[in-house]
């Protein structure tokens, strides 16, 4: 299913390029805006010109061909598809969700440093199951899909720990030990935010709350998250 969800996106980006240039060919408007763009680009990478200059005329060039690329039709029929496909996947994950799931564990002095991270999932799901990480900062970026972190298996380090998650569209599920200090700050355009077996509506807000045992803790875990359409969830074990 995952192989077919990838083809498929590498499918709809393919013809978006194509479309895309297509259309310049038949608007003289924009292939002069693009060409443009390009001239700017291939002079900004000549040798002996000023590295001010370079970045100067890199970002005219970025701009040109974000213009002429932006002004197409069938840039802004790709937008909104992807934006329908977005919603679509949301609805269908709260309806039967599949999870991405993480778990970390304090591990041997022998483990290959090499296998301590964590591999971002842009789409679709992936499961990582049994798995033993040494314990370090987790930073995470999700496209569409939902998540789950366990820290009930996990010895944290004295001090603060820090959670950072980025998603597009999904569920952020986090399951966090009751002896734990938390600091959760919390944006997403719109979506839910439930902790403490509470539920708050966001819609393009910013929360930051902190837990009643957050000064006095010896570990403590910082969780920030950034949602554009999603939920989050926090659960004390």
């Known amino acids: ?57 890199l970002f005219i060039a970025a701009v040109f061909i974000l213009i002429s690329v932006l002004l ?8 909104v598809v992807a934006g329908i496909f977005a919603v679509y996947y949301y609805v269908s994950r709260k309806r039967a969700p599949q999870l991405l799931m993480v778990k970390t564990k304090e591990t041997a002095e022998n483990l290959n440093p090499r296998n301590t991270f964590i591999r971002n999932q842009w789409f679709g799901n992936q499961r990582v199951l049994d798995v033993v990480y040494e314990w ?17 298996n ?8 820090v959670v950072l998650i980025r998603s597009f569209s999904g569920k952020i599920r986090l399951l966090v030990p009751f002896d734990l200090g938390i600091c959760l700050e919390h ?21 930051k709350l902190y837990s009643d045992n957050y000064e006095m ?7 920030i998250t950034s949602v554009v359409l999603g939920d989050l969830e926090v659960i004390r074990l």
Not at 13 to 33: D, H, K, N, P, T
Not at 72 to 79: D, M
Not at 187 to 207: C, E, M, P, V, W
């Open 154 to 161: 996990t010895v944290l380090p004295t001090g603060e720990s």
């Open 187 to 207: 944006s997403a355009i719109f979506g839910h935010l439930q902790y403490d077996k509470k539920s708050t509506i966001i819609q393009n807000d910013t929360i």
């Open 72 to 79: 197409t039709a069938t840039f802004k029929i790709g937008l």
């Open 1 to 57: 299913m995952k192989k077919l969800e990838g083809s498929f996106i590498f499918l709809f980006l393919v013809l978006i390029a194509v479309g895309i240039a297509f259309e310049m060919l038949f608007r003289w408007e924009l292939l002069v805006l693009f060409a443009i763009g390009i001239c700017f680009l291939f002079t900004s990478r000549k040798e002996g010109v000023p590295k001010k200059k370079a970045r100067t005329r």
């Open 136 to 152: 370090d900062d987790i930073n995470i970026q999700t496209g569409i899909g939902d998540t789950i972190i366990d820290l009930g």
């Open 217 to 223: 803790a010896p570990r403590k875990v910082k969780i």
